[in-house]
């Protein structure tokens, strides 16, 4: 089961991380909400990057952000020991 995004242009079903349409290069960034149709479909397998078209591959993708700095850990200040005697 899996949620695709519908293409304007062609109609075509189209993963919800693609800019473009696997099937007739169309953009799918800043569609506007009429144009935003998703569909739920139980048996249709991912696209692969492969399939794309070659202007939908040779676009970039965002780097990954880079990770969180590592959480401080305050120490506790030590005791004096006290003298045996």
């Not at 109609?11 to 919800?16: D, E, I, T, V, Y």
């Not at 880079?66 to 020991?81: H, L, S």
Request: net charge positive.
């Amino acid at each position: 089961m899996g949620l695709w995004i519908k293409c304007p242009g062609c109609q075509g079903k189209n993963p919800l991380y693609a800019s473009v349409c696997h099937q007739c290069g169309q953009s799918l960034i800043n569609l506007s909400l009429e144009q935003r149709v998703y569909v739920i479909d139980t048996g249709a397998a991912a696209v692969e990057p492969a399939t794309m078209p070659a202007r939908a591959a040779a676009m970039p993708e965002a780097p990954a952000p880079p990770p969180p700095p590592p959480a401080r850990v305050e120490k506790k200040p030590k005791r004096p020991r006290k003298k045996k005697g």
